[in-house]
């Protein structure tokens, strides 16, 4: 799923223009991420959860030389369908 196919749904099903609908799918997906910053996890109802965690430091393999390499600690985002999500699926 794009952005664009998210402007595009929300132009067909509340009557809005290309333009103003790819700003609101815009603010959409900024609102999401900031709301991750901040709490660490977001739930949209009858879809689901995403979560932000954190991963360790590993090591790993570089699969073209076959040398080992250090994999940094990051984080990383899950996502746990709702019960609704699926059973529709």
């Known amino acids: 799923m794009t ?3 998210i ?3 929300l132009q067909k099903s509340a009557e809005l223009n290309g333009v103003t609908a790819l700003k609101v799918a815009g603010a959409l997906v900024d609102a ?3 709301e991750m910053k901040k709490s660490g996890k977001f739930t949209l109802p009858g879809f ?3 979560t932000v965690r954190k991963t ?3 090591r790993g393999v570089n699969p073209r030389l076959g040398t080992p390499i ?3 600690a990051g984080k990383t985002v899950r ?3 709702s019960p609704t999500l699926r059973k529709e699926l």
């Open 3 to 5: 952005k664009a196919f």
């Open 7 to 9: 402007a595009e749904t």
């Open 32 to 34: 999401i991420v900031a």
């Open 48 to 50: 689901g959860t995403f």
């Open 56 to 58: 360790k430091a590993r």
């Open 70 to 72: 250090k994999i940094t």
């Open 79 to 81: 996502f746990k369908a």
